[in-house]
């Protein structure tokens, strides 16, 4: 060997180990002399003299590593420079990652190891420095990676998918939505929005654009049946998409016209976008015209904007605004005790309370515009109710009168209850007493076991209007038509 160099034990993975010192032990704020690559190539079980770590190091530079030389005093100091990722880039990466809540705990430091080994290890003690970020919730699915590679497979292969979707329950258990059925979807795309991975896809039985949360996906495969739904992801904005969307949640989608005071008017580019117009409405305010998923957390967005930013259409959703004001309101007037209104409290069905019970039916389907006829199980609740092993409560005012009424059966075989009879007297609406009277008959379900609460809506659906707004704020999504469900 040239130079007369001594072999040593690993001396064919010389250039390897001399790459690797430098990436590792070397940055513009720590050098290593001559002396002191040879005794580190050394402790590798390679050996070198100058003249040919000198070559080595010309063939290193050749093959694009920034090799730098600079004399100091009467020796000359070696250094890696640039390097693939610089450091600001890498710290940005890292603060992504741990920023991720789709990423488990684990999952994250894996990934920030491995980028923290693209830097020497100086550098790598300052990124594991700046992650140390408590407090922050992450997934605890820890097959995130794999239902992302699934995914994409999928997508590059134009095949559908099959998957179960869970929700965690208040024993903070897995729980499988649909009652353990598969979901089955054409992935076209994945989208990240607040800390959350997301995938979008066409659903074929409801002929529209669906998204689900990746981490919250079980057991993906992908299936032999080809993708559908092109024509419908074609014509899809994903950008605007996502914009309509509070925290991803699905909403009927509107044209909202929103009235801000002028100093609200950096909150709305960033929410909407900066193509947003903006035109005057007085010396003081503004307002724009925005597409969005009409939800509970659209409408909690501007209630949280106190005062400053308001809805001034379309009417409907002024009126649900309005709705969902007077809820919040009752649920947090003076004076109530173990969720109970002040003048308002819910008992077990008695008996003589029958005839005010039918009374207050009938006042209530006239005010919703329906015959009011009277629904043959209400003549004897404690056979068609209590006798079986089923509930039935009453509101009672102060003075005694019944204000409003809901029952609670099991569904045989399932572990499902329906909610039945859920009326309140009209003068007496909007004043939080179906939300309490829902909330027991939800309460009792889940003290007996039960998984899900599901609900039937007559027709026409015009006479069951409020019914249709009122249970999707309550967590009921619609199963089929006429039918809605909301999992405990």
Known sequence: ??????????????????????????????????????????????????????QDLDE?????????????????????????????????LVDSVQAAKFMTDRKSQSLIKKLESLVSRYDAGKLHRQVTISGRVKTMNESIYYNVDKIHEAINTGAQIRFH????????????????????????ALMWDEENYYLVGYDAQDKKIKHYRVDKMLRITVTDRPREGEESFRLFNMPRYAKSLFGMFHGEEATVTLEAVNSMAGVIIDRFGKDTVIYPSDAEHFRVHVDVAVSPQFLGWVMSMNGLIRIVSPETVVKEMREMLNTLVSQYLPGEEDGQRPDIRVIPYEEKYRDDLIFMVLQAKDALG????????????????????????????????????????????????????????PDRKRKGIGTLL???AEDY????????????????????????????????????????????
């Open 1 to 54: 060997m040239a130079g007369g160099e001594r072999k040593g034990d690993h001396q064919k993975l010389k250039m390897l180990y001399l790459a690797k010192i430098f990436s590792e032990e070397t940055d513009d704020q720590h050098r290593l002399t001559m002396p002191q690559i040879i005794e580190k190539l050394a402790l590798y079980g390679a050996n070198a003299d100058r003249k040919t770590l000198y």
């Open 60 to 92: 290193l530079r050749l093959f694009g590593m920034d090799i730098i030389s600079e004399q100091n005093g009467r020796g000359t100091d070696y250094y890696l420079g640039s390097r693939e990722f610089e450091l600001p880039e890498l710290k940005l």
């Open 165 to 188: 979707y869970f929700q965690w329950n208040i024993r903070k258990e897995m729980e499988l939505r649909r009652g353990g059925d598969w979901y089955q979807l054409s992935p076209w």
């Open 370 to 425: 329906r015959v009011p006829g009277l629904n043959s199980d209400l003549l004897d609740v404690g056979k068609n109710y209590l006798e079986k092993g089923d509930m039935f409560w009453l509101a009672l005012d102060g003075k005694d009168r019944v204000v409003g009424s809901v029952g609670c059966s099991a569904v045989p075989g399932t572990e499902e209850a329906e909610v039945h009879r859920l009326f309140v007297k």
């Open 438 to 440: 829902l909330r027991t």
């Open 445 to 488: 379900a889940a003290g007996q076991g039960k998984k899900a609460v599901k609900i039937h809506l007559g027709t026409p659906a015009e006479q069951w209007a409020e019914s249709r707004s009122f249970y999707p704020k309550h967590g009921y999504r619609e199963t089929e038509p006429g039918h809605m469900r909301k999992e405990l």
